[in-house]
Structure formats: C-alpha cells, structure tokens
C-alpha cells in the first residue's frame, strides 16, 4: 500500500489520541474481554478504536488499517504509525518485528507501539516504538525484543550507539550488530544468527547430529575448522569449543564427541621431506586435507578470516594462517607443507 504525505499534524495530538484510545480500551475490556483474542483480533480492536477516539479531531477520516504484510499495523495521517502487541502472559515482554524492516512503509515518519498485556488483567500501554526495545533475539532472523518497561536510555539503539532513525536506514543494520554483539562473546560463544542476507535465506529449523550431515557437509566444515580455529592442533582442553558454536551456527548440526572427527584413531605413517614419521591423527588429518585447505583458504572473506584469527589481513592468508599455526604446533606447518606436493 503507498501512502501520500498530507499537512502535518503534531505528534502531541498523535499522543493524545493513543491516550483517549487506551483509555477506551481499557473501558472496554474491563467489563468483557472477548474469548480467545488473538494477535490479528486485538490490532482491529486498537484501529476501531482509534477510529472512534478520532472523531471531532484532525486525524478523523485520516486512519489507516496496513495489512498482514505492512508495517507498522496502523498508520494516521500518513506520518504516525502503531504497531500492536500483545501477550497472554502478565509480563510486559514479547518478541517484536524485524531489524530489516522490509516492509515499512515510506511515508512513516514516528512509530509508536501499543501494547496489550492479558494476564491476570488486562492493562494496556503505549510507547514510543524504539524506546521500548531492549535487544535483539532470533527466529529465522534478528528481530527485536519488547519490553514495556524499559528504563529510559536503555534501548538497544543507546547501547549500540545509534539512534533508531539511523540505525534503520543502514544499508546493512544486521552487520552492525553483528560486530556489536561479537564485540561482547566470552570465549568460546558464537553468534546465533544467519549474516545479513537472512531475509533471502532458508535455513532449516532442525539441530541434527553432525554424524547425519552429507560427507560432503562434514569434510566443509573440518576444513574450515583447521583454516579458522588453528588452535585445536594445540594442547588447551577447551580448543573445540569455538568449533562446536561454529558447527551450531553455520552448519545447524551438534556433537557429542566432535573431538572424535579430528583425531580418532591410531598414529599414521607420512612422508616428512622424503622421511616417513608416524604422527597423530589430527595431523594426518592436515596432510590429507592440505590441499583442500589450500584451495578453500582463499574463498572465505576476509573480515571473516580477520574476525575468527583475531588479526588484520595484511597478507596472504595461507601466510597468516601458517604463522598461527606454528604457534599451537610448529611441527604442523611442516605436515601441511609436505601434504600439498605429495
């Protein structure tokens, strides 16, 4: 639907009628509150309404109900905009719309959000839109997170340092949180989101074993493994554990034994500069892989190479890549080597 500007009217007015709506509304369902209320049901409450609050002001005739697709769900004089919640619950918390925004539309200048809480008893609030979203959180892709009750200058958008007017108008917001939010992991977490090209995505919404991915599927990722976490050829206990969030946020796959797919089974013989030496089964692992790593080094992006290494890319990333090597184990460097000119 494509909205025309009309005259200006100010958001105090907008406000006052969001408050003679509520108010209405509040009238309403504290003598009968319809059985079995849903989402779409509660937004056709607000809009009429909001229709009938209108009348004698300078936003009657001038109230729009979007659809199923838009957002926000109501939109008054082109300009202001409500997006209707809603929770069985007796928390002031929901999971909100899309980072992306895809389908906002133009003319919308202030959202405000409308709120219905159904809990022990209704009550219903209503608040400037940004002001009450307190984070991010992940379906098929980040959306925001709802909260009521939110203490002033404690949105996502303060905490990234962003206004919202801005921050929605990126070219590629999710990034941005992206490298909020990968600023803040503790060692070991990874990022449970798709990167920014999620709304083109399909992604299945099933965790499954590792032992069940293709064998195609299962050699990508050791080889992406040995190239981005060089640090499971040393000897810390805890270096699969960036693998194993790697493997759950690219791959949807977990695994009990995820050690086992890198160094199970006995020593192996190779040849080591024409000498064969028996080496353990992760390294044999490297030799076989070596040219594969060779190959696959170089199609992975380099700010994912630089995130992952911790490191500028100011080099060939095979060099980059062996220099961190060498510092979990010297010798594995040589067993690449060897393995791409066998």
């Known amino acids: 639907m494509i909205f025309v500007n009309q005259d200006r009217v100010s958001e105090d007015s907008f406000v006052s009628l969001l408050e003679a709506t509520k108010v209405n509304i509040d009238n309403s369902f504290a003598k009968n509150i319809p059985n079995g209320i849903n989402g779409i049901g509660f937004e056709s409450v607000v809009y009429n309404e909001m229709l009938h609050a209108s009348k004698h002001t300078d936003f009657h005739g001038h109230i729009e109900q979007t659809g199923l697709l838009s957002f926000p769900d109501i939109v008054a004089r082109k300009l202001y905009g409500v997006e209707v919640k809603m929770t069985i619950g007796d928390k002031w918390v929901s999971t909100g719309n899309s980072v992306l925004e895809t389908t906002r539309i133009d003319s919308v200048e202030t959202i405000y959000m409308f709120f219905g809480k159904f809990g022990k008893s209704f009550e219903a609030r209503y608040r400037k839109y940004q002001d009450c979203l307190s984070d991010v959180g992940v379906t098929h892709s980040p959306r925001y997170k709802i909260d009521m009750n939110l203490a002033d200058g404690n949105s996502i958008f303060h905490k990234i340092g962003v206004p919202y007017d801005e921050f929605r108008k990126e070219a590629a917001p999710i990034q941005r949180l992206k490298n909020y939010y990968r600023e803040r992991l503790k060692k070991g977490e990874e990022l449970w989101w798709i990167d920014p090209t999620a709304e083109e995505t399909t992604v299945s919404p099933i965790i499954k074993p590792f032992r069940l991915l293709s064998e195609e599927l299962k050699n990508e990722y050791i080889s992406k493994c040995m190239i981005l976490f060089p640090e499971i050829f040393g000897k810390s206990r805890t270096k699969f554990e960036r693998a194993a969030g790697y493997l759950i946020a690219n791959y949807n796959a977990v695994s009990s034994n995820l050690r086992d797919n890198f160094t199970s089974g006995g020593k192996m013989q190779i040849n080591i500069d024409g ?68």
């Open 275 to 342: 000498k064969p030496q028996l080496v353990e089964r992760i390294l044999y692992n490297l030799f076989l892989r070596s040219t594969d790593i060779a190959d696959t080094i170089n199609t992975i992006p380099h700010s994912e190479l630089a995130y992952y290494w911790d490191t500028e890319i100011n080099n060939e990333p095979i060099i980059i890549w062996q220099e961190l090597l060498s510092q979990h184990l010297d010798f594995a460097v040589a067993v690449f080597n060897n393995g791409l000119i066998q």
